[in-house]
């Protein structure tokens, strides 16, 4: 099956739009390497196009996308952590001063999970597997009540990353010197608005607000 034609249209168009128009800082950042403001950990939906929706330039953010958006506990055994290893080297290779978990409206890992896998619906397979990060979840009931509960799987989702990434000891020790900055951003695909999680009150926010 060949690749498809919207696909090489596309690649042209890029070309001759954009690479030829800011050809400058894709030289500058071939010879000179990436420094990104913030790693972005992001749901690997579709719908969910990272660089739009906080309308960054090239080279500016270190994204990492999965099923789910999710981050998985620090662990030393086994061979293949391609999130934590990604964490790493954003961490220590990067030093980005920033790491953001954003999670998004109607994913479908999330809901997913809490129509099946939770329950054992169907066998798991790999996707099932990995969506087990979500057990034991700390859902809000006031977020059930205010977002309904899909959203506020999302937002216990968010949390749970957060909690995760502070299991990696240079993840700890970097947010603890103030060399790190964790967050977490929901994303609404309806609306395009961002909610922030709020360090201090634990709560998600507008982005106005917080």
């Given amino acids: 099956m060949p690749l498809p034609k919207t696909l090489i249209d596309g690649h042209w168009r890029f070309r001759r739009n954009v690479h030829a128009a800011d050809r400058g ?15 972005i950990i992001a749901c690997c939906d579709a719908r969910v196009d990272v660089s739009a929706v906080f309308d960054s330039e090239p080279g500016a953010l270190f994204i990492l996308r999965n099923v789910a958006n999710l981050v998985p506990p620090f662990e030393a055994g086994g061979k293949y952590h391609g999130t934590s290893a990604a964490i790493e080297f954003a961490a220590m290779n990067l030093k980005v001063p920033n790491i953001i978990v954003l999670g998004h409206s109607h994913c479908g890992g999330v809901n997913a999970y809490r129509q099946s896998v939770r329950d054992h619906v169907h066998e798991r397979g790999f996707i099932g597997s990995w969506l087990t ?13 205010t977002y309904g509960d899909e ?4 937002l216990a989702a968010i949390r749970s990353s957060l909690t995760n990434m502070r299991s990696f000891p240079f993840i700890k020790e ?21 909610l922030a999680l709020d ?12």
């Avoid at 800082?25 to 790693?39: D, H, K, S, T, V």
């Avoid at 990060?133 to 859902?139: A, E, Q, R």
């Fill in 25 to 39: 800082r894709y030289l500058q950042l071939a010879e000179l390497g990436q420094a990104p403001a913030a790693m």
């Fill in 133 to 145: 990060l979500l057990d034991n979840l700390d859902v809000e009931e006031s977020e059930i009540f």
């Fill in 151 to 154: 959203m506020a799987f999302e």
């Fill in 174 to 194: 970097r947010e603890g010197e103030g060399l790190l900055g964790l967050h977490g951003l929901h994303f609404d695909l309806a609306s395009g608005e961002l």
């Fill in 199 to 210: 360090q201090e009150s634990g709560r998600f926010l507008a982005l106005s607000e917080t």
